[in-house]
């Protein structure tokens, strides 16, 4: 069941550990049961959060500035705008 045939993983077996990794649970155990594997895991997820939570700010960021004033719509707003 976890391997097949010349020593290739499973698909199965390598989701579960993954998920157990993550969630914290030794689901089976038979891969890998070392702690610098769920430390590898945890900074890889640390890393991600940072690098996504900055990408998103700067995202908003620049799509919140106007680039180019905005556009007159009334006689007022166009005797101001040709005034500058």
Known sequence: MWR????????GAVIMEVLGSLLGQGLYGRLSTSRSNHMLVASWLVFGVVVSTGYR????????????????ETVEE????VER
């Open 4 to 11: 097949f045939q010349y020593g290739q993983l499973n698909t």
């Open 78 to 81: 166009l005797v101001t705008a």
């Open 57 to 72: 700010g700067s995202l908003i960021a620049s799509l919140t500035l106007p680039r180019q004033p905005p556009r007159p």
